[in-house]
């Protein structure tokens, strides 16, 4: 009997295969609700997450941004502006104003987010890049308030600061702090006599005074990376004397601008004896104070820019109308696709370029 009802309590076959059925039944449901939904929803949703994903900035590229590698900038421009900084004065505290600089630039050309995109719309095509466009304010050293309005524009730019000025070394400290970059506004001698001020090179001078003179004021301004000279309509004509001012800037590893306040200067012929890079100026921004003016100036320089070689445009501190109408057309100057930059991004940038070839 015991056997008889142990065998009663099995299962019959039928059940199990009834159960079976139920679990097919139940998944097929699913499987039917799904097609539905997919085929209700179709593919959107997916390709919004796609293009969503596209149009957020890669980590990959910002950790990668060359700007990070503060030794690697620092060394690089040095070898871009001639060879590399030579025992003695100075070479120490210069290679370590590259280096603190490198971080500078580094740090302002981190890899910015892409805008976001609604699911569903493409991503903006990239702006055309019609070219940079330099801008160096002379004259600093003088006035701070003057020199808040060029501080507080948002976009890289050069300033000048005269040496030997009751505010040339605060001058320097605040284009620092800005983040903006620093340039030694040599004095030289001019045609007529006029007075270049403090800390100026003469005619009458022998070649090692000149570098005597330039190497002080160098020193006095903490974090220069560049001169130009203030006026020097006679003094760019004089071969010994430039010869020694470009031989410093290049022992040094800093870059040297040509106000060309004059024609017949020798800094070409001297910069290819030397085999360093110097640049030009293309435009004066202020020769009148006239807005009109300024904005005629400002498109000279585009001009240039759209040729495929930098445009390297002169201002003055003193001119309040110029650091007004820079204010207003920089987006629209970013919005055409120039670029505003520094002549020491531009040498990174261009070492950089040619180390990955």
Do not use: C
């Not at 159960?19 to 699913?30: D, E, M, Y």
């Not at 209700?40 to 950790?63: F, H, I």
């Not at 690089?76 to 290679?95: C, I, K, M, V, Y």
């Not at 890899?111 to 801008?135: F, H, N, Y």
């Amino acid at each position: 009997m015991a056997g008889k009802g142990r065998r009663s309590a099995k299962r019959p076959r039928g059940a199990g295969v009834a159960f079976s059925a139920t679990q097919t039944g139940f998944a097929l449901g699913l499987l039917a609700l799904g097609i539905v939904a997919l085929l209700v929803l179709g593919p959107k949703p997916v390709k919004a997450v796609v293009d969503a994903r596209e149009a957020e900035p890669s980590v990959a590229a910002s950790e990668a941004d060359p700007g990070h590698n503060l030794e690697r900038d620092a060394g690089a421009f040095q070898a871009t502006s001639g060879r590399e900084l030579e025992p003695g004065q100075g070479s120490q505290r210069d290679a370590g104003e590259l280096l603190a600089t490198a971080a500078r630039l580094g740090a302002e050309r981190k890899v910015t987010s892409s805008p976001r995109v609604k699911p569903g719309r493409p991503a903006p095509e990239k702006q055309v890049d019609k070219g940079s466009l330099i801008i160096i304010i002379d004259d600093a050293g003088y006035d701070l308030r003057a020199l808040d309005a060029f501080l507080a524009l948002p976009f890289p730019l050069t300033i000048a600061v005269l040496p030997g000025l009751p505010h040339s070394a605060e001058a320097a400290r605040k284009t620092l702090l800005a983040g903006k970059e620093l340039i030694l506004h040599q004095p030289m001698e001019a045609l007529g006599g006029e007075d270049p001020g403090p800390g100026a090179l003469l005619l009458s001078m022998k070649a090692d005074e000149a570098t005597r003179i330039v190497q002080e004021n160098l020193d006095s301004l903490p974090g220069v990376l560049g001169l130009n000279n203030h006026m020097g309509s006679a003094l760019t004509r004089d071969h010994e004397l430039m010869v020694a001012v470009l031989e410093l800037a290049k022992a040094r590893g800093i870059y040297y601008v040509d106000s060309l306040t004059a024609s017949g200067t020798v800094t070409k012929v001297i910069a290819r004896s030397e085999s360093m890079t110097t640049w030009e100026r293309s435009v004066f921004l202020d020769n009148s104070p006239e807005k009109a003016m300024i904005l005629r100036a400002i498109s000279e320089g585009k001009k240039k820019a759209e040729t495929g070689s930098p445009a390297i445009m002169i201002g003055h501190v003193w001119s309040q109308e110029l650091a007004t109408t820079l204010q207003e057309l920089y987006p629209m100057l970013a919005e055409e696709g120039f670029s505003l930059s520094t002549i020491a991004r531009l040498m990174l940038e261009e070492a950089h370029a040619r180390s990955r070839n």
